[in-house]
């Protein structure tokens, strides 16, 4: 009897397990609500945690500069994936440094 019942909850345990693996999910957006299937689904949730991902200022940028040796700050320019610091060190020769706009690393520094 006893093994009868557990056969019966194993049973139904593995019917119900891959119904959770093709669930879908639902989409608000400007386009109204969706009905994604799960590779969709995933998809746009790799999109959302992009979008998620915090970008440093342009304030955070120049501070990070100097730290890299520019003393002065005469222009910041946005691109694509990073900063582009330019100035002046201490002794007056000219300097540029790429910030990466997501995670504040130097990724370059050049003089000239």
Do not use: C, H, W
């Amino acid at each position: 009897m006893v093994k009868g019942i557990l056969a019966a909850a194993a049973a139904a345990f593995l019917l119900a397990a891959p119904m959770g693996a093709s669930a879908q999910s639902i989409q608000i957006g400007p386009d109204g609500v969706r009905v994604l299937p799960p590779e969709q689904s995933e998809r746009y949730e790799r999109r959302e945690r992009r979008r998620e991902v915090r970008e440093i200022s342009t304030r955070e940028a120049a501070r990070i500069a100097r730290g890299a040796g520019i003393r002065d700050v005469d222009q910041i320019e946005r691109r694509r994936n990073a900063y582009r610091v330019f100035g002046v060190d201490r002794r007056g020769r000219d300097l540029t440094v790429d910030v990466d706009r997501f995670n504040g690393e130097i990724i370059r520094v050049r003089r000239g």
